[in-house]
């Protein structure tokens, strides 16, 4: 808890940096609008991808704030395809929500007894390769 809350912090003023940036971009025209969304898209993507990896490395180790936020970017860069797919995984409820909403409303009770446990499974499967390639190297 000592270190979840800042942490917390954190990544919370960069996602509202992060979203008062993109509110900006849409008020703007031209194809410079179109850079700046782009480059947006990527620090989120970079953003979501450190938020997972730190929370993951918060579990398994002791660490300072600081060095479990660097950490989890380096490892998040390092292993890119799997940073990939956990971020899919941990985004797939919200492409869910795209699906239509009477098939969404019926399926409802079904996916919040079973998605986040799957998900949490299924990522710490990617975790764990991680994790023991990262403490065999050293």
Known sequence: ???????????????????????????????????????????????????????ALQAKFSNTVFNTVKTAFFLSLQNLPKTVLIVLLHLSPVILIFIQLDTLFRLLPILIAYIPSCIAYLCSMVYSKIFTQLLTDN
Not at 20 to 31: A, I, L, P, R
């Open 1 to 55: 808890l000592r270190q979840g809350i800042p942490l917390t912090l954190i990544f919370l003023a960069l996602f509202m940096l992060l979203y008062m940036d993109c509110t900006y971009v849409f008020s703007m025209q031209g194809s410079f609008s179109t850079i700046l969304f782009i480059l947006f898209l990527v620090l989120a993507f970079l953003a979501i991808a450190t938020i997972c990896y730190t929370c």
